[in-house]
């Protein structure tokens, strides 16, 4: 009996997506931005991440790519290993951070990140609602507004391929950035309900409690960022690390995810 699965049953193919984690120096150490979901989203309900999602047919668009500062597509398919279409990456790293924690990496007409204050902010928030309700265009916004995207201020770092078999299942390159000053993250109140600033070692301990809900890829980087104590040492960190690899997970029989070299990863199949 031929047991193969007919075509319209096979696995769905990982959705490109991108994540940026926002970091920030303290007197008490190096924090990282992390929002909870909404508890009534039907994907990862109340779970803690860093701003992101799946790209959009517009991170493509040649208006945007022409406004991004310091990388072109080139060099960005070439850092992700792809032959093109890198630099959307980018530019949806920086959408997803402005659409989900309020905060956009752009530079002002003048050349100076851009700061968000009184009519500034209240301007900005009212674009940001427009984008969120789908009655604007990213690209015509960035455009009117005069500014130009700080693509060259996001280092990229990682690459998670979601397991097989997960409900959703999505292809992302993880980002850092340095959060701008003058900007001050706020949730959108529809897909994520709060925000924190915490130390990555913090975010650990209060996951192991179960005070804070985490997924893997999550927990494997705020472990890797744990060891820095400054924004400055994690680019650094980045900055000389090989480079960066696709890691898939893989769910064993017990629960357990485990990377490629982890005992038990080969025992658990595709």
């Not at 997506?17 to 931005?33: C, F, K, P």
């Not at 951070?97 to 990140?113: C, K, S, V």
């Not at 204050?117 to 609602?129: C, I, K, L, P």
């Not at 995207?149 to 997960?166: K, V």
Request: hydrophobic fraction near 45%; charge should be negative; glycine fraction near 8%.
């Amino acid at each position: 009996m031929d047991t193969a699965l007919p075509n319209s049953m096979t696995m769905p193919s990982p959705q490109p997506a991108s994540t940026v984690t926002l970091v920030r120096d303290t007197t008490g150490g190096l924090e990282v931005l992390m929002l909870q979901r909404n508890f009534t989203l039907g994907f990862m309900p109340g779970v803690h991440v860093f701003p992101g999602g799946a790209l959009d047919a517009a991170d493509s668009a040649p208006e945007l790519h022409a406004l991004c500062v310091g990388i072109e597509d080139a060099s960005a398919s070439r850092a992700l290993g792809v032959a093109r279409g890198g630099l959307a990456y980018w530019v949806a790293a920086i959408r997803e951070a402005f659409e989900e924690a309020g905060i956009l990496l752009a530079y002002e007409p003048g050349g100076d990140l851009l700061s968000m204050s009184g009519e500034t902010a209240d301007r900005y928030v009212a674009h940001r609602s427009a984008l969120d309700e789908r009655r604007a265009d990213f690209a015509e916004f960035v455009r009117n507004e005069g500014l130009r995207l700080a693509t060259d201020r996001l280092f990229y770092f990682g690459h998670w391929i979601t397991p097989a078999g997960a409900p959703r299942r999505y292809d992302t390159r993880f980002f850092l950035a340095v959060a701008p000053q003058g900007q001050e993250a706020r949730q959108d109140n529809r897909e994520t309900i709060a925000h924190v600033w915490v130390r990555p070692q913090e975010a650990l301990e209060l996951c192991a409690r179960e005070a804070l809900r985490m997924r893997f890829p999550t927990i494997k980087t705020l472990e890797r960022f744990a060891a820095c104590s400054t924004t400055a040492a994690l680019i650094a960190e980045i900055a000389s690390s090989t480079p960066v690899q696709a890691l898939l997970p893989r769910v064993t029989p017990d629960g357990r995810r485990v990377l490629p070299g982890d005992p038990g990863y080969d025992e658990a199949g595709a």
